[in-house]
Structure formats: C-alpha cells, structure tokens
C-alpha cells in the first residue's frame, strides 16, 4: 500500500513534469508535434518492440492484447523516465541540446485469470523549438526581425483491457483520451526597437481506440508469439486562439476562439517474436498514412511514415530460495524511423542502435531496466538539420501480489 501512495503521487506529478521543456526539436514543428508511435517499456533496449511482446515484466500499451498475459492476482507499477542529449548540425551553425522527464506512469493488474487491465498517463507527441530569421513588412520593403519559438504537446490517457482466450490467441482494446495544446510565439522587432509579440495556442481533445492480437504457438523448442495492432483514423477537436501582445505582454489585439478539426490517420502495427529459456529474437513494423488524410502546409508535405524495429536479449536463469528466477537479462536491438514529415523533397529519417540491461530483484517481482540508445536524423541538407543524439531511459516496473478472494477460516 505504501508502493502504491508513492506512485500515485509520482503519477500525479507526471503531468507537471511533461510540460517542462529543453531540447531544440526544430521537427516538432508540424501538426500535433513529434509524436512517439513506440511505447516506454522494459523492452527500450531490443529497439522498443511492441506488437508480438508479452506484458509480463514489464507493461506494454503499443498493444493492448499483451495484457492477457499478466500474471493473475499481480499488481504492476511502472514509471518511465529518459533524458536525452542532442547535438544540431546545419550547413552553417552547430549546438547542443537536452531534456529530462517522466515519459510514462502505469498501473497493469489482473483479477481473473485470463484477463489483464492497465491504465495510466504517457507522453504521445512533444512540442519544442526556437528559430530566428528575417520577414517583410507586408507592402514595404523593410525587414524585421523574427524569434518562433514552439512548445507543448498531447498526452495520452489510456485505459487498457487485454483477455486471453484458450491457450493461444490474446485480444485486446485500448480507449484512450489524447488532449493537450501546440503553441506558437513569434516575436517581432522593427528596426525603432518595437516589439511584439504573436500568441497563437491550439488545443486538441477527442477519444482514440487501438485494438490487437497476440497469437502463441509451438515449433520443435521454440516459442512464437505473432502479433498487431489497428487504431483507426481519428478526427481530433481543435480550439484555436490568437493574439497580439507588446513587449510587456498587454494585449492589443484578440481573436475569438475558432473551433475546428485535425484529421488523424490510422495506425497500424505487425510483429513476430521467437524465444526459449533464455533468448528472445523479434522483429516489428508500424505505419501511418498521411497521404489519405492530405495534410500540408508551406514549406512540407506528408507521406506514410514506417518505423521498423529489430531486437534480441539474453538471460540466464539462476536458482535463488524462491526457485528457478530470471538472472540479469542483457539486450541490443536496432531501429529505423522514416517520418511523415517531407521537407524540399527530403523524408526527415532517422537511425538509431539500442541497448539494454534489466535487473529483476531476487523475489522476481521488481525488474529495473536501463537502456540506452545512440543514433541520428535528418541530414545537412537545406532545409533539414541533422541530430545527432544520445538518450537514456529507464524503466522501474514494482510487482506484488493482491489479495484475492474472501477470508478464509480453518
């Protein structure tokens, strides 16, 4: 019950931590922001697999028929942290980045057999940048100086069931709320040293729902597991609003809130995963189309952004007083993202190599996971920039068991 309060509280606190921001994501500055397709796990070192991984160890929403693998009568806190540091390249300029933050805070629990439930709050898409230059005052040919500077984001909330049925097939269904806000504040200074300042913030609400599969089956001494997601294509409330502010921030001209809509196309994912005692080797795919929903704007295009992943991890099983337990379980994995975002005729792609090591504690029921990943995206190429970074997350999953069914009397 005191592990519970403690999380609780973390998870309260989870929100204020999302809106923090550090780190100069110049791509963050389409649509709803740079979102995550792939969910903060255990499994962050085998490439952040998701769609033929089990929620055993560890809580996997990309999927919520995982969750029909829980243990019964477990109860399972997760938090999610990660830091990452990001080196910006352009043709002309170089400099450094960073940020550090709660990305996910879970509770996973199963009540009846066959049957496991998981809700809780993550981060879904980030907002964060900041970009100068030069516009023309409209009818003149004067220049003024331009600062945009970007932040926000959406956060999921998610309630999850997952149900195994028989021996081999898992379903699932995930009903989640997305909502949050994009901001934008341009500064603009003319050359008698005026200043002001255009607010626009954009709010986004409405309900999402993802659906999976698992399948297990058997060949010679290997276990398989193939599985996949669908969310459908979603149309997201918007609420926008404008301003226009001087250098002390009293406003001098506001707009009315105008309602609208932001189309948000489908997802879909597919997986196969092979293990035995003490491998497990797997490989995944997920994709949205962007092109069916025919967002655009100056300067960019979308197409289908694909996100393949490929993983395998190790462990050693080792006797303890409790039985036969999981040792340290050690894993690399690798992942190539390809982004909606088309700028000049370049798809923004990035590459990135992972790896892990989880420590589970010597009841089994606590596992520790540290995984770091190492890669880049974009390029050099006008008007890319190239990212170079490092990030580093961790993953604490806290287990124990309930107390299931009536008192009992001899």
């Not at 922001?33 to 055993?56: E, I, K, T």
């Not at 907002?127 to 956060?155: C, F, H, M, P």
């Amino acid at each position: 019950m005191k592990q519970l309060c403690l999380f609780i509280n973390a998870m309260l606190i989870t929100a204020v931590v999302f809106g923090q921001h550090g780190i100069n994501n110049i791509y963050s500055a389409y649509g709803i922001g740079d979102v995550q397709l792939r969910d903060f796990n255990g499994y962050n070192g085998m490439g952040s697999l998701s769609a033929a991984m089990p929620s055993v160890i560890t809580l996997n929403e990309a999927n919520p028929a995982s969750y029909g693998a829980l243990p019964t009568s477990r109860l399972i806190l997760e938090l999610s942290l990660s830091g990452k540091s990001v080196t910006y390249t352009s043709q002309n300029n170089q400099f450094n980045g960073g940020d550090f933050g709660i990305r996910k805070g879970a509770i996973g629990f199963s009540l009846f057999k066959n049957w496991g439930t998981s809700f809780g709050l993550r981060r879904y898409s980030s907002v964060d940048y900041k970009t100068t230059g030069t516009r023309y005052l409209e009818g003149t040919t004067a220049q003024l100086a331009s600062a945009i500077e970007g932040n926000g984001g959406l956060n999921q909330y998610f309630f999850s069931n997952g149900v195994r049925i028989k021996k081999h097939l898992n379903l699932g269904l995930s009903v989640t709320y997305l909502s949050g806000s994009v901001n934008r504040l341009e500064t603009v200074s003319t050359n008698n040293a005026a200043t002001l300042k255009v607010d626009e913030n954009k709010y986004y609400g409405q309900f999402v729902f993802n659906t999976g599969f698992q399948y297990q089956f058997k060949t010679g001494k290997l276990n398989w597991i193939a599985g996949g997601s669908y969310q459908p294509q979603r149309t997201l409330n918007t609420i926008e609003d404008h301003a226009v502010k001087d250098a002390s921030g009293n406003t001098l001209v506001q707009d009315n809130e105008i309602t609208g809509t932001f189309k948000y196309p489908a997802i879909w994912s597919a997986g196969l995963t092979a293990y035995n005692d003490a491998w497990r080797v797997g490989a995944d795919y997920i994709s949205q189309d962007w092109t069916k929903v025919k967002y655009s704007g100056n300067g960019f295009q979308t197409t289908t952004a694909s996100n393949f992943s490929v993983g395998v991890s190790h462990s050693k099983p080792k006797r303890t007083v409790w039985g036969y337990v999981d040792g340290p379980t050690l894993s690399v994995g690798f992942n190539m993202d390809k982004s909606y975002l088309v700028l000049d005729g370049n798809q923004v792609t990035s590459y990135a190599g992972t790896m892990g090591i989880t420590l589970p504690s010597a009841n089994r029921f606590y596992h520790y996971n540290a995984a770091l990943k190492i890669g880049q995206r974009g390029s050099k190429v006008y008007p890319l920039v190239k990212e170079t970074f490092v990030e580093l997350n961790l993953n604490f999953n806290l287990a124990t068991i309930m107390y299931v069914g009536g008192r009992k009397y001899d």
